[in-house]
């Protein structure tokens, strides 16, 4: 049943209130709706700060040791368990802390360094990578950038060790990629000096081994009877805290505890409030940004670790007396790999960047990350196992576990379809703005004469000119121009569908996906480009391994190229009528 009028317009309410408050900033995603290709904000490649990078080296040399010696990831997966001691390796070494203020006794890290632990991590052992994401990414992120002082003072010194481990429980029966539909309620005491929180979470990693949690609960505003989410500092000391269920058993990452949590008429003191009340869903969506960028940077080392793996059984594996290597389909796999694990770490990479340097509009650059590089790693580990055959499927080998510990990655911290259609719709309102402002001057086109000419003056403009993407290098110039095209026709399909739909767009999930494929590939592609124009001018390294990552890199931008083709061609050749009539003649007869 479709959507009524008045619960469409109560969406975009709440949407508009979490997402679209305040003055727009565009940046770099934003930007390629309106077919603008801001160069400085991807140009040139990040790099780590030349005083950090001996530290976050020797950081991963020494983690690099530990996990070879200590981190057994088919153990940890068959006993569903990260052993105590490994908690507390990692702890010592200031992995649960690395990004944590120095001042609180963390090691200060910025965001690139920090990925390259994970990158570390994720190639290693997937269970570790999500319990350490889990504690860090979106547990102790959350009390650094929106804790009091005294907040931080209290907690922040023994979570930075690992001392207490931290969780960040939103999901609910009813909340999950719909995270504005927490249930939990937490109503004010009568004497004013804490909330009473009562309801239910699932699926919260470290839930039932932490020692502080994040919880998002609905409180009441006052003079209405509106509830607003608003996010709490939690101890499991507290009356009223019940943990369900510590372990769920669960197809991959069986190593995190995935937990069960009830709040029955449990007490919260009222500064325990983290953020402003009314306020929590904009604290889970920051520091979702930070977790979805380290969501990146372990795809990006997991598809590192199947890529050397593919490569050394292909060369090895002899059928029909020849290696697997010789054979044209598992090239294009091993192919696709190499590409796609180039393009991950860029654009992780790159949204370390943004965070790293204060940006302040990167929610949709780390959105396609984790939609892309989740999807790419997915195919990369099927790949994989495919290359194997039947040695790969069996438990002996790690790659029917890391097929496993994948899956969740295209759920978790945003399923991604739900993903795609925020990409889609984020993406396009500034856009559909202008419009409005557009149809809205037409009512008074002799007062608004500027405003109408303006917007002609542009509208022809980004039609006659394709934007530039400056490279260095002149062995890219073409690459470029074909990104600038790319972006160039991305921002017509954009408007041609805002007019076509109006309103409806907001219903239009066919073409809201194919719009957010397209942007996902130009801003991984921008990203690609980037890092490949620094390896042509920059680059000193060794010059088989600098032909091995261009050849890859430019690859990637082939590929993306082709799905940009397809993609946009869809929007007005596609299956769509058919492919609802079809579902819906299925779902009607059950």
Known sequence: M???????????????????????????????????????????????????????????????????????????????DIPPEVIAGLGKLGVLGMTGPKEYGGRGFSQLGYCRIMELIGGHCSSTAVFVNAHHSIGIRALVLFGTEEQKRRWLPGMVTGEKLAAFALTEPEAGSDAANVQTTATPSPDGKAYILNGEKRYITNG??????????????????????????????????????????????????????????MPVPVENVLGQVGKGLRVALTVLDFGRTTFGASCTGAAKTCLRAAVRHARQRKQFKQTLSEFELVKKKIAFMAASAFAMEATTSQCAHFIDSGAEDYMLETAMLKVWSTDALWQIVNDTLQIYGGQGYFTNEPYERMMRDARINQIGEGANDVLRAFIAMVGMKPVADVFLGVRNALSHPVRELGTLVAFGRKQLQARLTTPEVPVQSKGLHSE?????????????????MLLRYREAILERQYVQERLADVACDLYASSCTLSRLDYLLTDGNGNPADLNRDVQAGRYFLQLANRRIRQNLAALNDNDDSQTTATADAVLKRG
């Not at 943990?243 to 190593?255: D, F, H, L, S």
């Not at 470029?480 to 041609?496: I, P």
Request: glycine content about 6%.
């Open 208 to 265: 039932g081994i932490a020692q502080v949690l994040t919880v998002m609960a609905r409180t009441p505003v006052p003079g209405s009877s509106e509830t607003k989410v608003t996010a709490f500092l939690v101890t499991p000391d507290l009356p009223g805290f019940e943990v369900v269920e510590a372990r769920m058993p669960k197809c991959g990452i069986r190593g995190t505890a995935t937990a069960r949590l009830a709040f029955r008429d």
């Open 2 to 80: 479709a959507l009524t009028k008045q619960q469409i317009e109560e969406q975009t309410k709440q949407a508009e209130e979490l997402l679209f408050s305040g003055p727009q900033k565009l940046g770099f995603a934003k930007a390629l709706f309106f077919g603008h290709f801001q160069a400085p904000l991807v140009f040139p490649y990040p790099q780590i700060r030349a005083e950090e990078r001996p530290v976050v080296e020797e950081a991963v040399g020494e983690l690099r040791r530990f996990a070879d010696e200590k981190i057994d990831a088919a153990a940890i997966d068959r006993n569903a």
């Open 480 to 496: 470029a121009h074909k990104l600038g095209k790319s972006v160039r026709d991305f921002s017509r399909a954009v408007q041609s």
